[in-house]
């Protein structure tokens, strides 16, 4: 019964790896034409991070359905991919948050590793020291090991740390360049780094746990079922997600650095009643896609003077400045008798916001209370 029982076992396991290795490779094409076709770098690379999480399963999908190739006659062949895949989600953060990213000779060196690993691999292939054919009990298993586990786990908490910290600064620089950052806030991103990290700390469980008990292969595998969940998450999230045409991050030094100074000279206090009266005559913030350069153009300034006096001055970003406005317009339009037939969220709209969210937000926000509520 037992031995009738494993066939289907074995099936369903590699059922979901083969979803996910073909889904994978699917959007690998898939990204990498329209990257190619709409000249958005970003999507070719988030092509690149599906190819290097197909390849994580590639080993075991093929295994499990009996074709030992990748195990025999590509035993030792550095045919993965450690360093590059974490590497890849990090320039991927970069090219998505600004559009005139660009790989420059400067960007070489988070390859080094990788062709360290494939140098080495390709050496111990043709000395005949290959996994099945004696390498880890060899003098050189154990530090060879010990590089692979740091090159995985290493590149792994390495980049993740470096794509937070550009997620968290593209936010803060967002918030204070445009009044709606709906659909360029990027929250998918954050969800990918969870995944990220979810899936690097399973895997690293996994192999603890196999070091310890020695696991056979139907067994030691688990971990690559949370890779298929991730694929399927990044594959669709990913396809969807718009990128502003003119997104521009770079570093988050220049929102950092320019409004340090918070002495108030006689030209800030000037200019800083002349916003306020041309916000509440003009009212700008009815344009859902007004940024911080819209505003500066209309007040016949700069970027960085104007930021100033908002984030200084009614100490707030850009973001919050303006739709702040949005809500006391808000708040005054729904008692007109004349907006009554009309809808809260085709008010909302009305008074500048782009999305349901952000307008339910701001109402809370600033008034500490739900849309229904006023």
Partial sequence: MFNLLMPMMISLKTTGLQFGYFFGLLFFILFVIRGIREEKLSDIILGLVMFFMAMLLQDYTFGFEGINYLWEELDGWPRHFP?????????????????????????????????????????????????????????????????????????????????????????????????????????????????????????????????????????????????????????????????????????????????????????????KEKLKGYMESTKPFLNPDLTLRDLALKMNTNTTFLSGIINNHFEKNFNDYINEYRAFEFQKTIKDPSSRQLTLVAIAYDCGFNSKATFQRAIKKFTGKIPSEL
């Fill in 83 to 271: 360093w590059l895949f974490p590497a890849s989600v990090y320039f991927y953060f970069l090219a998505q948050t600004n559009v005139h990213f660009r790989f420059t000779w400067k960007h070489l060196y988070h390859l080094i590793p990788y062709f360290f690993y494939v140098g080495i691999s390709i050496v111990l292939l043709f000395l005949g020291l290959t996994p099945q054919k004696g390498l880890y009990n060899s003098s050189i298993g154990v530090p060879w090991e010990i590089f692979l586990y740091v090159l995985n786990y290493g590149g792994i908490f390495y980049y993740f740390t470096k794509a937070l910290k550009i997620y968290r600064n593209y936010k803060s620089w967002a918030e204070n360049q445009y009044s709606n950052i709906y659909e360029i806030e990027l929250k998918w991103l954050r969800n990918f780094l969870i995944f990220f990290l979810i899936g690097a700390i399973i895997h690293l469980f996994n192999t603890i746990v196999d070091v310890i008990y020695n696991l056979p292969y139907d067994q030691d595998y688990y971990w690559q079922l949370f890779t298929v969940i991730t694929i399927v998450y990044v594959g669709i999230s990913g396809f969807n997600q718009k990128q502003e045409k003119n997104i521009a991050y770079e570093d988050m030094k220049e929102v950092t650095e320019e409004n340090k100074e918070k002495t108030f000279t006689p030209d800030e206090l000037i200019f």
